[in-house]
């Protein structure tokens, strides 16, 4: 599964185990959260077609929502994670399978501040294209 892949690809990275050792969560952390973390969400999927067949290529854009108690903390993790996934490509092994990633592009990200929990998060999004 894709969501696998992805948290194998970030886990593998030093930078991001250096930051968040393990704390990536799909959706939402868990209650209270110890920060930084990383939660990601799925935004879209889209198939490719070919001459009228299912090409079985995906792409799909995810926002890996980065956490932190500084401004400066939460970039930082960001820019680790940016790092580690931007123009990732090869065969991603992990418990129960595999996936083929084509190719993930950077698309953009922006600052936010959780007034409620008095907490800064940038969240940075990205197009996947992988073998479904």
Same mark, same amino acid.
């Given at each position: 599964m894709i969501e696998e892949a992805l948290n194998t690809v970030l886990e593998a990275n030093s930078a991001v185990v250096a930051l968040v050792s393990g704390r990536i969560y799909p959706v939402l952390a868990p209650e209270p959260p110890q920060y930084p973390f990383i939660a990601y969400t799925l935004a879209s999927e889209t198939n490719y077609s070919a001459m009228g067949t299912d090409a079985g290529t995906l792409r799909r854009r995810y926002q890996f929502d980065c956490y932190d108690k500084t401004a400066t903390g939460a970039s930082n993790l960001a820019d680790a994670v940016k790092a580690a996934l931007l123009r990732y490509r090869g065969t991603v092994n992990y418990t129960?399978?595999?996936? +083929?990633?084509? #190719?993930? *592009? /950077? %698309?953009?990200? +922006? #600052? %936010? *501040?959780?007034?409620? /929990? =008095?907490? *800064?998060? =940038? /969240?940075?999004? *990205?197009? +996947?294209?992988?073998?479904?």
């Open positions: 129960g399978g595999s996936t +083929v990633i084509r #190719d993930i *592009f /950077a %698309l953009g990200q +922006v #600052d %936010l *501040f959780d007034f409620e /929990a =008095r907490k *800064f998060k =940038r /969240a940075v999004d *990205f197009d +996947v294209v992988y073998d479904g």
